[in-house]
C-alpha cells in the first residue's frame, strides 16, 4: 500500500468534507515554520485495498449459536501465566519486529550509537532487542481521535512518518497495545477492520461518521430502520434465552460507527482476529482491551481492589489473585461449571460479538440508553420511534437502580464453581463486566505489566480528563502505582510516580515524561522490572483537543484538528519542540536492553534520560488555580463546513491523521 498523504498545510484552517471526498491525513506546521513536502496524495485505491481481519463468524448473527463441543471440550484454564495460543504467537511477532525496529533506530541515528552493531546477532539471539507495548487511555472521542492521531505518528504507513523529527515506524515494532473506553474504540475498530489505517477509516463510507450521534446513526440508514435493526438484533438474543443489558444495545449502536460492515456487523466477533493469516502469523500487535469485574454484591472498584478482565483475541479472563482463570473467548455463552462444560453436546460461539466487546469495554456510556428513555431532545433525533424509546424505558425500570446501567453481562458466568477460595464471582451465574476505567486506571497499563510479556517500554497516550478544563494530571499513574504497592500484587510491578499536585507543579502534564528509569529500583518485586513508561499527556500543541467526555458529535473539521493534535503529542510537533525527541523516543526504547546487557549507556541516551526521566523530587502543595495550557504550536482554526464548502483539500489540514483503526471491511 502506498504511503497516505501528509498535507502540512500553510493555512490553518480544517475543512469539513463529506465522505466521498474526505480531508487528506497531514502532520501540522512546527512552531519554527518548518512544513513538509505538501504535494504527496494517497492513492485512494490502495488505500482502500483491505482484507478483512475479523470475520462474520456467528452464523445466527448477533444471537449467540449452539453446536457439539469440539474434541476435547474447552476448559477453563487455570493460572496467571500467558496462554499457549500466546505463547505461540509470541515468537513470531517479536521476529517480525526486527526489521521496524532495525530501520526506526538507523533512522533516529542516536549519536554515537551503532544500532546495526547492537543488533547484528539479535535474529538468533533476541536478548537485546527490545519488546515495545503501547496504551491507549480512556476517554471518548477526545481519546479515539486524539490517540489516533498518536498511532498515526506512530505508523510508517502514514505519509511523512518517516521524514524528519517523525516516529513512523514504532507501531510496527510494538508487540501488544492495549485500550481501554475510548481508547478501545480505536484499538478495537483497528484490528476488526484489518489494522488499517485511518486515511481509509476516514475514506470509508461505513464508519467513523462522527458528525452523527450514535442516536442517530450514519446517513446511509434511516433513522428508523437503525433503531429497527439494533433493537430486532437484541431481542433476537434474548429470544434465544440469553440475559442482556444495556450494554447490548450500546454495543450495537457502537458497531455501525467501528465496524466496516452492513449493519455494524452483527456476526463479527473478537475471537476471530485469532484465525486471521497475518496476525496468527506475527505480521500485527497483539490487541488487548480491558473490562473491571463487578461482583453482585455492587462493591466499590478502585485500583486497589479491581479484578481486571482482559479480552485477548484468544481469551477472556483475568491474572489477578482474585480470579486467575481463562476462557476461550471464542466458546464464552457456553455452559460451565467448575471450569468444566457441563454439556458437551452444548457448546456456544459466537457470543462475542466484537460491537459487544467495545460495548463492554466503555460501558460507562450506556448512560445513553436513559436519555432514550427520557427523550431527551438534547440528544435524541425527533425521527427516533416511539418503540425504541419505550423498549429503553422497560430496560431501565428492569435494572435495580442507576448504578446497574453500565454492567455487561457476560451470562451464564464461564467461571461459576471455578477456584472458589479466590475467585469473587466463583457462586454466581452472572458474569458483570464493566468499563475497564471505572477503576481509575484510565491507562490500560495492565497487560505490559504481566511479567510473562516482558515489555520493556509502554508508549502511554493519556487523554483522561482529571483538570477543571478536561486535560491529565496524571491521576491515572498514581492509580496504577497505588494498585503495584499492594500485597496482592508484588509480582507484578509499575515503577514510581509522584501525586498529582506535583505533576502540575511541576509541569511534567504538559511535556512527555519517563518513569521508572532505574532499572534497579524494584527489588520489592520480586526481581520483576516495570516497563519504561514514556507517558505522552493531551497538551494543546495545535488544537485544543480536550472534549468532554461524554461529547457525542465530532465535525470532520474538528475530527482532523484532534487527529493533528494527537500527532504533535507524540512527536513533540515533528520535534520542532524538542529536536532531540526522536533520539531520546530511541534511548527510551533501549533502556532495558542496555540494562540487561550491561551495555554502555550512549552520551546522548544519559543526556535524554536526564531531560525527561522524573528524579523522584515533588511539590505536593496545591496548585495555583485551574490548568488551562496555552498553544505550543499554531493554532489551528475549524471553521464552519458550509464557509468553507470550496476550499481546497491540499489547504484544509493539518497533521497527519491516522486512526488506527478502521479500514474498507470486505463482506
Not at 450521534?213 to 438484533?233: C, H, L, T, W
Not at 440508553?369 to 440528544?379: F, P, V
Request: charged residues 20%; hydrophobic residues 35%.
Amino acid at each position: 500500500m502506498k504511503h497516505l498523504v501528509l498535507l502540512l498545510a500553510a493555512t490553518s484552517a480544517c475543512v469539513s468534507l463529506p465522505n466521498g471526498d474526505s480531508p487528506q491525513v497531514g502532520r501540522a506546521e512546527g512552531a519554527d515554520g518548518y512544513s513538509p513536502d505538501a504535494s504527496s496524495r494517497v492513492d485512494t485505491q490502495a488505500a482502500a485495498a483491505i482484507d478483512v481481519r475479523a470475520i462474520n463468524a456467528a452464523p445466527s448473527g448477533y444471537s449467540p449459536s449452539t453446536s457439539s463441543c469440539p474434541d476435547p471440550p474447552p476448559k477453563i484454564r487455570s493460572g496467571s501465566s500467558i496462554g499457549p495460543d500466546e505463547k505461540a504467537w509470541l515468537p513470531e511477532r517479536r521476529k517480525e519486529t526486527i526489521p521496524h525496529l532495525r530501520r526506526l533506530l538507523k533512522r533516529l541515528a542516536i549519536t554515537g550509537f551503532d544500532s546495526e552493531q547492537y543488533f547484528g546477532n539479535v535474529t538468533h539471539n533476541s536478548t537485546r532487542l527490545p519488546n515495545i507495548g503501547i496504551a491507549i487511555s480512556g476517554g471518548g472521542y477526545r481519546a479515539m481521535v486524539g490517540g489516533a492521531g498518536a498511532v498515526a505518528a506512530w505508523d510508517d504507513r502514514s505519509a511523512g512518518s518517516e521524514e524528519k523529527g517523525n516516529l513512523g515506524g514504532l507501531l510496527q515494532s510494538a508487540t501488544y497495545i492495549s485500550g481501554l473506553s475510548g481508547g478501545d474504540w480505536l484499538v478495537g475498530s483497528l484490528f476488526v477492520n484489518n489494522f488499517t489505517s485511518v486515511q481509509s477509516a476516514v475514506d470509508a463510507p461505513l464508519i467513523w461518521q462522527l458528525e452523527n450521534s450514535i442516536f442517530k446513526g450514519p446517513d446511509q440508514y434511516s433513522v428508523r430502520g437503525y433503531y429497527a435493526d439494533v433493537f430486532n438484533e437484541v431481542e433476537g438474543k434474548a429470544k434465544a434465552n440469553y440475559n442482556v443489558s444495556a450494554t447490548d444495545y450500546w454495543g450495537r449502536m457502537l458497531a455501525y460507527q467501528m465496524v466496516n460492515a452492513s449493519n455494524g456487523g452483527p456476526g463479527y466477533t473478537w475471537s476471530s482476529i485469532a484465525n486471521d493469516s497475518d496476525f496468527s502469523t506475527g505480521k500485527a500487535p497483539m490487541p488487548v482491551l480491558l473490562a473491571n469485574g463487578r461482583t453482585s454484591e455492587k462493591t466499590g472498584i478502585s485500583s486497589t481492589n479491581s479484578t481486571i478482565y482482559e479480552f485477548t483475541p484468544w481469551e477472556l479472563g483475568s491474572s489477578d489473585p482474585t480470579l486467575g482463570g481463562w476462557v476461550p473467548l471464542r466458546y464464552v455463552g457456553t455452559v460451565f461449571d467448575e471450569g468444566k462444560v457441563s454439556d458437551e453436546d452444548s457448546c456456544v460461539t459466537g457470543f462475542d460479538n466484537a460491537g459487544f466487546v467495545m460495548g463492554t469495554t466503555s460501558s460507562v456510556y450506556t448512560q445513553s440508553i436513559s436519555y432514550l428513555k427520557d427523550n431527551n431532545k438534547r440528544y435524541v433525533p425527533s425521527e427516533v420511534p416511539d418503540f425504541a424509546i419505550k423498549t429503553a424505558a422497560k430496560l431501565i425500570s428492569a435494572l435495580s437502580d442507576s448504578s446497574s446501567y453500565d454492567i455487561a453481562e457476560w451470562s451464564p458466568n464461564p467461571f461459576r464453581g471455578f477456584n472458589p477460595s479466590s475467585n469473587r464471582n466463583a457462586n454466581h451465574s452472572r458474569l458483570n463486566l464493566v468499563d475497564g476505567g471505572e477503576d481509575a486506571q484510565t491507562i490500560p497499563f495492565h497487560p505490559h505489566l504481566h511479567p510473562d510479556r516482558n515489555v520493556d517500554v509502554v508508549f502511554a497516550y493519556d487523554s483522561s480528563s482529571d483538570t477543571e478544563y478536561g486535560w491529565p494530571d496524571g491521576s491515572a499513574l498514581v492509580a496504577s502505582y497505588e494498585r503495584a504497592r499492594q500485597p496482592a500484587f508484588k509480582d507484578v510491578p509499575f515503577p514510581p510516580v509522584p501525586d498529582k499536585n506535583t505533576f502540575r507543579n511541576l509541569g511534567l502534564n504538559s511535556r512527555p515524561t519517563f518513569f521508572g528509569c532505574n532499572a534497579t529500583n524494584f527489588t520489592a518485586h520480586g526481581g520483576n522490572i516495570s516497563p519504561l513508561v514514556v507517558w505522552l499527556p493531551n497538551h494543546p500543541y495545535v488544537y485544543n483537543g480536550n472534549l468532554t467526555t461524554f461529547t457525542w458529535t465530532v465535525k470532520d473539521g474538528e475530527r482532523a484538528a484532534i487527529i493533528d493534535n494527537g500527532w504533535a503529542v507524540a512527536t513533540q510537533l515533528n520535534a520542532t519542540r524538542d529536536t532531540e525527541w526522536p533520539q531520546c523516543v530511541g534511548c527510551a526504547i533501549l533502556s532495558r536492553s542496555f540494562h540487561r546487557t550491561n551495555a554502555t549507556v550512549p552520551d546522548q541516551c544519559a543526556k535524554c534520560y536526564d531531560r525527561y526521566c522524573w528524579k523522584g523530587n515533588t511539590n505536593s502543595t496545591t496548585p495555583h488555580g485551574p490548568y488551562d495550557p496555552t498553544y505550543y504550536g499554531k493554532p489551528i482554526i475549524v471553521k464552519d463546513s458550509a464557509a468553507l464548502a470550496g476550499a481546497s483539500v491540499a489547504t484544509s489540514q493539518l497533521l497527519a491523521a491516522v486512526i488506527f483503526v478502521v479500514g474498507m471491511l470486505t463482506l
